[in-house]
Structures are given as C-alpha cells and as structure tokens.
C-alpha cells in the first residue's frame, strides 16, 4: 500500500468525541420510516396473497361440479319441509362465467403486483471510466485511511466520471433486500479540478459518512418500495394494453374488463398515498442523513471545508459546461482535444471575465482567529430545487456544520496530487465523453493548447467590454426598421461634432450602470419566484423573503408577474437606447465615409436576420417539447391530440426547413474561424434534414422524432453560436468607427518649419 501522509491532509483537533453522533431527531426520523415500510410491507403482501387467493378459490368452486342432488326427509304430521344435505343449491353457486371471470381477474390482480418487484431500471451509467489501485495507488490509500477515520466499510469498486459530483452508488437487485449491497464510489473530475485536497478528503467524508450510516439499510427498502409502488401507480404496459383491447370487444366480455378497469384505478389512487406518504418521511430522514454525513466530514476536516466545497459546485459547474459548450464549437470544425479539464480552469477564467467579477467561484478567507469563521451562504435562500428536496438548503447545512464550529488547517494543493498519470486519467475520460455525448471517435485528440488557441479566438469575438455592463447579455438587439433609421431626417440633432460626441458619451453611462445593475437583480428575483411558482423547488419552512417582507409560496405567482412587468420595461427602455446607439454610430460613419457607413448596415442587416432566424427556430422548439412532454408516458391518446401531434411537428419541420433556405441567403461577415462571404445555411446543419412525416401518419416513429430534435438541436446550437458571434463584430464594427471617428475630430499637428 503506498504512503500517503505526506497527503492526507492533517485533521482538526479537539474534535468532540459525539460530533457525528446521530440526533434525536435523526432516530426518530429513522423509526418513522421503519413504520411506513411495514406498512407497505403489510399491504402489499396482503393483496398479493389475497387476489392469489381469490384466483385459487374462484377456480376452485368451478372445479366442484354441479351440486348433488338434495336429500328428502320423511313427511311427518309436523312437517312437510324438504331437507338439504348442506351442499348449496344451484341456485346459491355463482355462474361459471362468473367464476372464471373473477379468477382470471384476480391472477392478473396478482401478477400486476408481483411484475413491478421484478421490473429492473434500464438507467445509463453514462461516462464511467473504473480505477484499479494498482494503478491509481495514492487515491486508494487515501480513500482507505479516509475509511479507517469515518469507520466506513472500503467502496467495492471506484469509478471517475467527467461531472462536478461525488456520489455513493450500489448497484439496484430484488435480492439486495436480503443481501447486503456493494457501495460504489463515483468521483468526478470536474469536481477534482476544482478542490483544494482539504476540501477533496470532506467531500469523500461526507460520502463515507453515508457509507457507515446504519440508517443507508433503508434506501434499499425504501428504493425497491418507491419502484414498486411508481409501477403500480404510474406505470403502463402490457397489461394495461390487453385490458384496453378487451374493453373494445364483445360487450359480455368488456363489461368485466371495465370492471377489472375499475378495481385497478382504486388501487392505485390508495398506493399513490401511500407512496407519497412513505416518500414524505423519507425525504425527511434523507435531510437528516445529509446533516449527519456533514458533521462526519466536519470531525475529519474541520467545519469550514465542506461548506467550502458546496460554495464551488455551482461554478464548477457551470465552467464545465462552458468548457464542453467550447470543445463541442471546436468539434464542428473537426477539432478534439485531449484534455476537458485544462478547458475547465480557462473556462473559470473567460466567465470571470465576461463578468468582470475576478473572485467569481471563489471563497472567502478565514479569519485570522481560529475561533472565528465566515458565513458563505445567505440566510434569505430557504428553498432547493425540488430534484434535491431530500437535501438540506446550503445555509442550514452551513448552519449544522458550524454548530460546533472546528478549525481544521487548510492544505491549498490541488486534489490532482492524490493522481498518478494525469494525463492519461484525464484523456481516458474525455475520450469517453467525446464518445458517449458527441457519438464521435476522432482518430487523433489534439494537445489542449493547441485547441484552446481556437477556443480564445472564438471568445475574443464573444467578450464584450465591461462598459456595457450586460447591456448585450441574453436578449436581442431591436433598433427599430433599419430602412427608416438610415434617412437622413432621422440624424436631426446629430450633425455636430459636439452634439455627436455627447450623445455618444451618454450612451454607456452613469444610467446606464444603475439600470444594469436593477435589472440583474430582477433577473436574479424572477428566475427564484418562477422556480417556486411552478413548484421546480421546494421552500423549506413557512415562507421566503422578498425586497424586505416574508411572503407563503402561494404568493410567488402574483410577485413573478410584477417583476416581469418590471422586466418588459427595462427591455423597452434597452431596445430605446439600442435605437440611439444605431443612430449615432450611423451618424458618425456617414461623416467618415461610405465605406464605414456601408459596413455598419450590413452588420446591422445581418445580425437582425440571425436574431429573427434563432428566433423562429426556438419558438418552434420549444412547442415540439411541450407537445411531446404531454404526449410523454401515456399508452392511449386520443385521435384528435396525436393529430396536433403530428402537425406540430410537421409545422417545426417546415419551419426549420424555411430558416435553413433563409440562412443560405445570408453572406457572413468576418466572423472568426468562418469564411467572409458564404453562405451561412450549410454550416447551420451538418447533414441533409430529415424527410418530414406525411399527413396521414397514424404512428409515430421515435426514431424519427430523435433524429429530427438531434437536427432542430444542432442547427438552434450553431446558429446561437454564430449570433453571439455576430453581436461581438458589431460592437466591434461599432467601437471602431467611434475610435476613427473621434481620432478625425482632433485637431491636426502643425507641421514643423511651418
């Protein structure tokens, strides 16, 4: 086993001995859970043996045969009854179609039960590249000592996969409900490439925490009860196919599937609130499991690490996605590289850049007093997306963890340390990605410099000056009818060079700063208000607060829509100042010459085709995923809605047909890595479009649909790409002509001897 002490970085001391102690709470949460099981449990087994029963019995009453006879009794002076032996009479029995009926039924009931414990998830596993300790001997001896100081069982196997996320994972059985299940481990690289090796071992705590938790037994039962109950409330298949098709048939026989119909929908409406209520207490306990694993990483690497690491996630991923956006703007042009996470941390750089926020990502000191900490996340933010509602809000975490607050000491070395052959490491995983997400084996990668020379001459075009302060970010530019804006009435007021000259320095600024920075924050307000609104996330507690006041989440909707209110105006006023900007820039080209004057138009001309393109494009988008999200799950649908269906995305198909052929009119400027002068249409989509389903399509092909939205996804992807392309040369175009502009109005230098 190799020596890692010199870097498994050093634990805190005086450490409480009951720091990770399970709470009250967390048992009691614990027990809840235990309940809700059982009782599921007992539900559950309950039907399956009783409709089993019930099939036996109905076949078996049918197996009797007719009744004998009945028995007479001497008439005597007190009676003339007529006796039975105690067999029923005929008439008693019920009807042998009866009994088949109901006991076909109940073997269905039974087999319906039984199928959903049996089913098993098809999930991906998407990019999983597995590490052997032979060749990766330093991160196996620290995850081992890692173990040994969590008391945590060693991971069965430990895989890389190119993400921001640490995970435990074990692989999902029926027979894991007996037996124990083997935990994995899954590291992300993305998230390595951002972590100090402090900040590496609490993350990897926090995990082992969840391994050496007694209470992780659950999932598994929790797990296996949720896809049950899931395939019984929400699922269709086979069996809800035949008894469709045998409600259309003879009525003698769709009366007892409209029947059977029924006795499956009250079934499910009972076991929906079960599920709900097993997954209420679940998610409870999750939290609770969360804020324990948290103080284990806290009694190995000090209070402030974790909530450190958790402070990072959001832009180490969002500087992933960034990477990969770029590589995939190489890739069009056949260019791979060989290294995701050198693209990672230039990506970091880039955003902090276009942002003009240097510490972008970045976490705050500590103080100097080892009894003083920094709080990171705000109080204000209590909800979390509803994907993660079994996790705690950041700012309880935080909160929970600094309870007991525990200085660790903090080692700065990068979590790549604990590696052996990074460059292989990292290659092997973004060849994967290459392979999994691009559908691509490129013979050769490139070294990443080599392609990151690429990607800085694309983001030179796409990084606009600080001066604008977002003005250009995420909207569309609309001066107005180009036609009418280049007549010379409209350049009144704008003829001096004095005048000229103030309207351009009015242009970008001190209203400017203070209106950009409103509009953030109401941006920052509407995408928080949406989320709740929706239910995308969950609040945790009663209410939130919002500009000073605490409101319930019934509120969110009716405070979303004022500040979209809010945000209609500012787009005004921005396509206003848009109009004024046009105008002078036209004024000052028009007093240089012809040349500059012709130039500005055609940027303008071309980038208000692109917008309109782009435009068009996703509107169409955005209503095939709407259409096909409600077509999503469901067996049966009715003629009218699949014939929408299918003229939608007939509608989308030639819509995109329409743009493409608009695209092949427009000539591109000089945009970097495209050629001046071409077409734009052929780069928009790198294969012929699809044949578009006729109109009598009484099926549709989900192949077909997944060919067509890859195309929709890939055109939308590039045209977007060239767009922000497009508006980097224009305020270039722009900045130019002001520069030469203002460099004419100075006066000229005598000329020496005169």
């Not at 045998?246 to 599920?275: M, N, P, S």
């Not at 990672?344 to 007093?369: H, I, K, M, S």
């Not at 804006?485 to 600024?509: C, F, I, K, S």
């Not at 820039?585 to 208000?608: C, K, P, S, V």
């Amino acid at each position: 086993m190799a020596d890692v002490e010199h870097l498994y970085p050093s634990a805190p001391a005086n450490v409480p001995p009951d720091l990770a102690a399970p709470s009250g709470s967390y048992r009691a949460r614990v027990i809840v859970v235990l309940i809700s099981l059982t009782v599921f449990a007992a539900i559950y087994l309950g039907l399956i043996v009783g409709s089993a029963y019930l099939g036996y019995s109905c076949f078996a009453a049918l197996g009797e045969g007719e009744p004998k006879p009945a028995r007479t009794q001497p008439v005597n002076s007190r009676s003339s009854r007529t006796y039975d032996s105690g067999r029923s009479s005929r008439g008693d029995k019920p009807s042998p179609i009866f009994l088949v009926a109901g006991g076909i039924s109940s073997w269905l009931l039974c087999l319906f039960l039984v199928k959903g414990l049996f089913k098993r998830s098809r999930s991906d596993p998407g990019v999983r590249v597995e590490l052997t300790e032979k060749g990766q001997p330093d991160l196996f001896a620290f995850i081992r000592r890692l173990c040994q100081d969590t008391r945590a069982p060693f991971p069965h196997r430990v895989y890389l996969v190119p993400d921001v996320n640490a995970a435990v994972a074990y692989h999902e059985s029926p027979l894991n409900l007996i037996l124990p299940a083997r935990k994995n481990l899954i590291i992300g690289l993305g998230l390595v490439n951002r972590l100090n090796l402090t900040e590496f071992k609490a993350v990897l705590a926090h995990e082992f925490g969840h391994f050496s938790q007694k209470s992780m037994k659950l999932g598994r039962y929790v797990y296996t009860a949720n896809r049950v109950m899931a395939d019984v409330v929400y699922g269709r298949d086979w069996l809800d196919d035949l008894v469709g098709t045998l409600r259309r048939t003879d009525i003698r026989i769709a009366v007892f599937a409209w029947a059977f119909t029924g006795v499956l929908w009250v079934l499910r409406k009972g076991l929906e609130h079960l599920f709900k209520a097993i997954n209420f207490a679940n998610s409870s306990l999750s939290r609770q499991m969360e804020y324990n694993a948290d103080l284990v990483a806290a009694s190995v690497s000090g209070s402030d690490s974790l909530v450190f690491a958790l402070a990072r996630l959001d832009f180490a991923g969002e500087v992933l996605g960034q990477a990969w956006t770029d590589l995939m703007a190489a890739a069009d042009h056949e260019r791979f590289s060989r290294d995701l996470y050198y693209h990672q941390t230039r990506a970091a750089e880039y955003l902090r850049l276009r942002r003009n926020d240097p510490t972008l990502g970045e976490v705050p000191a500590l103080p100097d007093d080892p009894q003083q900490t920094v709080q990171v996340f705000k109080p204000e933010d209590m909800s979390v997306p509803k994907m993660w509602a079994t996790h705690p809000a950041n700012h309880d975490r935080e909160v929970n963890a600094k309870r007991r607050y525990v200085r660790s000491p903090i080692d700065d070395r990068s979590s790549w340390a604990l590696f052996r052959d990074l460059a292989g490491v990292r290659e092997a995983v973004t060849r994967r990605l290459y392979e999994t997400a691009r559908r691509a084996k490129p013979a050769a990668l490139e070294d990443p410099e080599v392609i990151q020379a690429f990607i800085d001459a694309e983001h030179a075009e796409t990084t606009y000056h600080p001066r604008y302060h977002g003005l250009y970010d995420d909207r569309y530019v609309r001066p107005g009818d180009l036609d009418e804006l280049l007549r010379p009435a409209a350049h009144v007021g704008l003829v001096d060079p004095v005048q000229l000259a103030t309207a351009h320095a009015r242009l970008y600024g001190d209203e400017l700063t203070a209106r950009m920075k409103a509009h953030k924050a109401r941006h920052q307000e509407a995408s928080r208000l949406t989320g709740l609104a929706r239910g995308a996330v969950q609040l945790i507690g009663k209410d939130f607060e919002f500009r000073g006041t605490r409101y319930r989440q019934a509120d969110a909707g009716r405070l979303l829509k004022d500040v979209e209110t809010e945000l209609g105006q500012d787009y005004e006023w921005m396509h206003a100042l848009d109009r004024e900007v046009f105008l002078v820039h036209d004024a000052m080209a028009t007093q240089l010459g012809e040349t500059d004057r012709r130039a500005l138009e055609e940027r303008y001309r071309f980038h208000t085709a692109i917008q309109d393109v782009y435009g068009r494009l996703v509107a169409h988008n955005q209503l095939v995923q709407a259409t096909l999200n409600g077509l999503s799950g469901r067996r049966e649908i009715p003629s009218e809605e699949f014939q929408n269906a299918v003229a939608v995305l007939r509608q989308a198909h030639d819509a995109v047909g329409e743009q493409l052929a608009a695209a092949h009119q427009l000539r591109l400027p000089p945009l970097t890595n495209m050629t001046v002068g071409t077409p734009l249409g052929p780069y928009l989509l790198s294969q012929p479009l699809v044949r578009n389903l006729r109109p009598d399509t009484t099926s549709l092909d989900g192949q077909w649909i997944g060919q067509f939205l890859g195309q929709v996804g890939e055109v939308i992807e590039r045209t977007q790409r060239t767009l922000f392309k497009s508006l980097g040369g224009l305020l270039a175009v722009q900045e130019g002509i002001a520069e030469r502009w203002a460099a004419a109005q100075l006066p000229a230098s005598p000329v020496e001897g005169a």
